[in-house]
Structure formats: structure tokens, C-alpha cells
């Protein structure tokens, strides 16, 4: 293994560390139903909260990430030989 590797190493192994720790101490949920995704009372489920309360976030939040997507398809499909163009 060469310098390099072992400097990525370490850099990886703190951080996988803290990951885990944070994960093994979260008390998770253990009912379904603390986390309601619809509420009965109010016939109204996440997706309809969100689109009620942030309609121009959610649309911009979508068109954001599809772009992202493209653009990581456009930037990946740059390298590949022998290609003139993406």
C-alpha cells in the first residue's frame, strides 16, 4: 500500500467510526406509527403537506436534482474514448 492509501485510510477510518457511533446510539422507533405518513383526522398524508405548504420548493428541489442528474450523466459519459462529444 502506498502513501497515498494509507493517508485515505486514516482519513476513513475516523470517520467510519463516528458514523457508526452515531448510529448505534440513536433511539430508534420502534412503533410505525410515531412517524405518521397519512393522518386520518385530517385526510392529508406527507406528500399532500409538502406540496400544500412548499409548492415552489418542492418543484425547484425536483428540477434541481434532475439537472444534477444529467449534468453527472453528461460529465461521466466526457471521459469515455474514443467518443467525439458527450
Known sequence: ???????????VTPLFLVMAL???NVPWPSDPTEI???DPV??????????DSFPIAVILIALLLGS?????????KMDEPGKVGP
Open 68 to 76: 444534477a442528474m444529467i449534468g453527472g450523466i453528461y460529465l461521466s
Open 22 to 24: 452515531s448510529f448505534v
Open 1 to 11: 500500500m502506498d502513501r497515498r492509501g494509507i493517508l485515505a485510510l486514516a482519513a
Open 42 to 51: 385530517s385526510d392529508q398524508g406527507i406528500a399532500n403537506a409538502l406540496f
Open 36 to 38: 405518521p405518513a397519512y
